[in-house]
């Protein structure tokens, strides 16, 4: 069965750095396009970046850009989120989801992975 | 980008029919049919409950229902059961070709 299983949240320092990643079995991964979006504690889901099915192509939301990058691995089935210089407003549960190529929804997200930004 | 505005909370007595508005601007929601309906129970990820405005995935009750009218995009769910209490966001595809939620509705079931 699908299953994207996010990985790598943590404590972090402001200022820091952090590697998310997403890991998909149960589907053809490279046919997908993948997204990241993010739920601060008690707050609504902010969509915070997405990647084309072969990595050609990447957007963000303004919040995030120039400060996190998303990246893929096909070969690895796996998706990623470098977040650079992290601050408190970035605490929240980061979800990955996949979107099928031709489709502009999230038909399947991941459990989540907890992100605290504290000193 | 600003966030697609939803109301903060909507209720209905079982068996009644509740309907969440999500609005956005021509840029976004008025613009393309790809406003998505996600239901989310506390502490769970979020569910794909309507895509493409109107349309079902396999496996989502009949009571849910999309459509869209100008900027305003609106979720109905018909004959409302205990286990539809969820917070519920809407989401559209936008000119910039990014995404954009709306700040979620708590749907309480009386």
């Known amino acids: 069965q699908v299953q994207l299983v996010e990985s790598g949240g943590g404590v972090v320092q402001p200022g820091r750095s952090l590697r998310l990643s997403c890991a998909a079995s149960?589907?053809?991964?490279?046919?997908?396009?993948m997204h990241w979006v993010r739920q601060a504690p008690g707050k609504g889901l902010e969509w915070l970046a997405v990647i084309s099915y072969d990595g050609s192509n990447e957007y963000y939301a303004d919040s995030v850009r120039g400060r996190f990058t998303i990246s893929r691995d096909n070969s690895r089935n796996t998706l990623y989120l470098q977040m650079n210089s992290l601050r408190a407003e970035d605490t929240a549960v980061y979800y990955c989801a996949r979107e099928m190529v031709g489709a502009i929804y999230f038909d399947y997200w991941g459990q989540g992975t907890l992100v605290t930004v504290s000193s | 980008q600003s966030a697609l505005t939803q109301p903060a909370s909507v209720s209905g007595s079982p068996e009644q029919s509740i309907t969440i508005s999500c609005t956005g601007t021509?840029?976004?929601?008025?613009?393309?049919?790809?406003v998505s309906w996600y239901q989310q129970h506390p502490g769970k990820a979020p569910k794909l409950m309507i895509y493409?405005?109107?349309n079902r995935p396999s496996g989502v009750s009949n009571r849910f229902s999309g459509s869209k009218s100008g900027n305003t995009a609106s979720l109905t769910i018909s004959g409302l059961q205990a286990e539809d209490e969820a917070d519920y966001y809407c989401s559209s595809y936008t000119s910039s070709s990014t995404r954009v939620f709306g700040g979620g509705t708590k749907l309480t079931v009386l």
């Open positions: 149960g589907f053809t991964f490279r046919t997908y396009a």
């Open positions: 493409d405005v109107t």
């Open positions: 021509s840029s976004d929601v008025g613009g393309y049919n790809y």
